[in-house]
């Protein structure tokens, strides 16, 4: 998610609007959107920085923030109102996000009330993205894939039951496959912070882990992860996925399988929408167990 410093004027202008457009929405209509604060149960982690919940004050530090320097998101202003108009309507929330980078603070800062929690491949970006903004709540993810077997693990990810979608795979009566712990599972984020398993999360931004050479980890597993969690809720609601760079064959190809072109509500850019249902109140029967050939799908 690291920027490449093109059009850094026209970002610092996204950022700026899309800041200020939630600040207005806070300040104009303070009282129901408080008044829905103490509705979020908190989400488990240690104490200490970045374990509070951001405040308004946080959104007018990142209005100053992106507005006095060149450093600013890669996301384009219509990309950013798609993700803003789902936090406008079911913040606060539980925003889980693949990735840290310049629009870190952005996210945080848009979920005032809420949990947000950022997945990190790069040790020494972590360290660096956390030096400026240690307020922020983050992990380190040890990716077990390259993307050069992204077409590989398309093609073979059928031949291991545990990734796939059948009843009973996650321990429930639905057919959520398990995510924690399922290590046969090629394409799962098994060993991840205790807190994403402990927490369902409404809203998903998937904009890592780097994917744009051949040994880079790729967004596959990142992808199907997130596909597994959305499936498996239990909670109220649907899970609001964003895949960022589907201009990308990889991205692409792996929405179309896990993410699912009939759960996608809109796009933008390089940025698609997904709200996906949980199993267990869509009602129907896996591909997997009729023959198909999606399975999530």
């Known amino acids: 998610m690291k920027l490449t410093g093109r059009l850094l004027a026209a970002g610092a202008g996204t950022l700026l609007v899309a800041a200020s457009v939630m600040v207005a929405t806070l300040l104009t209509t303070p009282l129901p959107f408080l008044q829905s604060l103490p509705c979020l149960p908190v989400v488990i982690g240690r104490t200490g920085s970045g374990y509070e919940p951001p405040s308004v004050a946080a959104l007018a530090d990142a209005v100053v923030r992106y507005a006095t320097?060149?450093?600013?998101?890669?996301?384009?202003?219509?990309?950013?109102?798609?993700?803003?108009?789902?936090?406008?309507?079911?913040?606060?929330?539980?925003?889980?996000?693949?990735?840290?980078?310049?629009?870190?603070?952005?996210?945080?800062?848009?979920?005032?009330g809420g949990a947000t929690v950022f997945l990190e491949e790069d040790p020494k970006w972590y360290r660096v993205v956390l030096a400026q903004s240690p307020f922020l709540r983050a992990h380190l993810v040890a990716y077990r894939t390259r993307l050069d077997h992204a077409d590989l693990l398309l093609s073979s990810y059928k031949n291991y039951?545990?990734?796939?979608?059948?009843?009973?795979?996650?321990?429930?009566?639905?057919?959520?496959p398990r995510v924690r712990g399922n290590a046969d599972c090629p394409l799962a984020l098994?060993?991840?912070?205790?807190?994403?398993?402990?927490?369902?999360?409404?809203?998903?931004?998937?904009?890592?882990?780097k994917g744009y050479f051949a040994s880079a980890p790729g967004r596959m597993a990142a992808v199907w992860t997130a596909a597994a969690m959305a499936r498996a809720r239990r909670g109220e609601g649907d899970t609001d996925v964003f895949l960022h760079d589907v201009d990308?064959?990889?991205?692409?190809?792996?929405?179309?399988?896990?993410?699912?072109?009939?759960?996608?509500?809109?796009?933008?850019g390089r940025l698609w929408h997904f709200r996906i249902p949980p199993a267990s109140r869509r009602g129907n029967v896996t591909a997997s167990s009729s023959g198909g050939q999606r399975p999530f799908c």
């Open 190 to 209: 098994h060993n991840l912070a205790p807190e994403v398993y402990d927490n369902e999360w409404d809203m998903v931004m998937i904009d890592a882990p």
């Open 69 to 112: 320097t060149a450093t600013v998101p890669q996301q384009s202003l219509d990309e950013i109102r798609m993700s803003l108009a789902v936090l406008r309507r079911r913040a606060p929330l539980r925003l889980l996000v693949f990735g840290l980078g310049h629009d870190s603070r952005l996210w945080h800062a848009l979920n005032p």
């Open 248 to 268: 990308r064959r990889v991205e692409k190809a792996y929405a179309q399988e896990f993410l699912c072109e009939k759960f996608r509500v809109g796009r933008t």
């Open 161 to 176: 039951p545990s990734c796939l979608p059948i009843p009973g795979a996650g321990g429930g009566d639905d057919d959520a």
